[in-house]
T-cell receptor, first 113, second 111 residues
Framework: DVKVTQSSRYLVKRTGEKVFLECVQD?????MFWYRQDPGLGLRLIYF???????EKGDIPEGYSVSREKKERFSLILESASTNQTSMYLC????????????FGNGTRLTVT | ELKVEQNPLFLSMQEGKNYTIYCNYS?????LYWYRQDPGKSLESLFV?????AVKQEGRLMASLDTKARLSTLHITAAVHDLSATYFC???????????FGKGMKLTVNP
């Protein structure tokens, strides 16, 4: 079974801190994604990566950046955390061809105070 | 801009009953996905619908896709409590491998 592992289940950070969310997948998937999930808004794509060192902006990239130095690892970076970035963050991956569903990690619930 | 709408957003139903939920989307796409999320858990894939007229069934759930109407349905047959969860549909954006998700439908099945 595909495993997508997010390093933290819960995080509490202060406004202005730099925050790193880490995600690792073990199935050699080409594509990796970061979503945030908010009540009443569903999932919104922040960034995705289709190869090492490659990235594309999603629908809500402002305030975020990403890093993919190795195929299995995709990091989401909040350069200066703000309270409106309090959310559930979901990492996902899939094989780099059409028609394959996303495999999601368990999520990181981030609270920025 | 691709928009995905689910209807209804909340559904409370009795065990044993049938119901259909809807997912509409605003621009042409041939690929639609259904996911399930249990409380406090992540999303798991239920169905992948790849062409007009596609129908997939698993247990008490059946999903279909009408690309001309830009509509997918998820039909629940003889609901059981274990189906209680939030169901998301997601549509692929112009062959880009980016998915746009609906807001999710929270289903509660009462004994």
């Amino acid at each position: 079974d595909v495993k997508v592992t997010q390093s933290s289940r819960y995080l509490v950070k202060r406004t202005g801190e730099k925050v790193f969310l880490e995600c690792v997948q073990d199935m050699d998937h080409e594509n990796m994604f970061w979503y945030r999930q908010d009540p009443g808004l569903g999932l919104r794509l922040i960034y995705f990566s289709y190869d090492v060192k490659m990235k594309e902006k999603g629908d809500i990239p402002e305030g975020y950046s990403v890093s993919r130095e190795k195929k299995e690892r995709f990091s989401l970076i909040l350069e200066s955390a703000s309270t409106n970035q309090t959310s559930m963050y979901l990492c996902a991956s899939n094989v780099g061809i059409y028609m394959t569903p996303l495999h999601f990690g368990n999520g990181t619930r981030l609270t920025v105070t | 801009e691709l928009k995905v709408e689910q209807n209804p957003l909340f559904l409370s139903m009795q065990e044993g009953k049938n119901y259909t939920i809807y997912c509409n989307y605003s621009t042409t796409s041939d690929r639609l996905y259904w996911y399930r999320q249990d409380p406090g858990k992540s999303l798991e894939s239920l169905f992948v619908l790849l062409s007009n007229g596609a129908v997939k069934q698993e247990g008490r759930l059946m999903a279909s896709l009408d690309t001309k109407a830009r509509l997918s349905t998820l039909h629940i047959t003889a609901a059981v409590h274990d189906l209680s969860a939030t169901y998301f549909c997601a549509v692929e954006k112009g062959g880009s491998e980016k998915l746009v998700f609906g807001k999710g439908m929270k289903l509660t099945v009462n004994p």
